[in-house]
């Protein structure tokens, strides 16, 4: 059973660009995370999504950044015009659903690495 | 405004001794705590974690303890073994939420 994939691991993008990260959660995860670390920093939370629907938006920034769980393929987290303040580790979760107040272990992809210049 | 707060960014240990990692949370809302393992490269590793109802779950070489009154939790590595050398996060959780909040890390190192 593979674990959450993120691709790409390391992306390069240019102040202004776009910067198009995917996860994939495990087989059977319907809820999806998305965090941000910032050197020497912990992870925050950004966005917590199950297929189709945005269930926590509360830690995305208001401009630019957007994110996507569609009923076919990845978990898409989107920044249109990156700007250096971008850079970081972007890490995807996935748990399975589970009762109303239960808690589900979030799994972990790797992460991808955002640069921008 | 930082809800979990881990105030040692580094702990260093020798091998087979007692690893010590604390957890300071602000807010009495949270439910439940974790305790996630993180090496250079790869993303966070669920170790082990505790209820509010409880104050000590073990697991192994894995114990973490609870005081909610000190609103303060602990992670004890005994013994400690160089392949545990990476950075800990504390996290939490509220009653009915969903994410969780981290705290800053602490890096562990482990001399043999």
């Known amino acids: 059973n593979a674990g959450v994939m993120q691709n790409p691991r390391h992306l390069v993008r240019r102040r202004g660009q776009e910067a198009r990260l995917r996860c994939s959660p495990m087989k059977g995860h319907s809820h999806v995370y998305w965090y941000r670390q910032l050197p020497e920093e912990g992870l925050k939370f950004m966005v917590y999504l199950q297929k189709e629907n945005i269930i926590d938006e509360s830690g995305m920034p208001k401009e630019r950044f957007s994110a996507e769980f569609p009923k076919e393929g990845p978990s898409i987290l989107r920044i249109q015009q990156v700007v250096r303040g971008d850079s970081a580790a972007y890490f995807c979760?996935?748990?399975?659903?589970?009762?109303?107040?239960?808690?589900?272990?979030?799994?972990f992809g790797p992460g991808t690495r955002l640069t921008v210049l | 405004d930082q809800q979990v707060k881990q105030n040692s960014p580094s702990l260093s240990v020798q091998e087979g001794r007692i690893s010590i990692l604390n957890c300071d949370y602000t807010?009495?809302?949270?439910?439940?705590f974790l305790w996630y393992k993180k090496y250079p490269a790869e993303g966070p590793t669920f170790l082990i974690s505790?209820?509010?109802?409880?104050d000590k779950n073990e697991d192994g070489r894995f114990t973490v303890f609870l005081n909610k009154s000190a609103k303060h939790l602990s992670l004890h590595i005994v013994p400690s073994q160089p392949g545990d050398s990476a950075v800990y996060f504390c996290a939490a959780q509220l009653k009915y939420g969903n994410k969780l909040v981290f705290g800053a890390g602490t890096i562990l190192r482990v001399k043999s």
């Open positions: 505790i209820s509010s109802i409880k």
């Open positions: 807010n009495s809302m949270f439910d439940y």
């Open positions: 979760a996935s748990s399975p659903p589970g009762l109303a107040g239960s808690y589900n272990e979030q799994f």
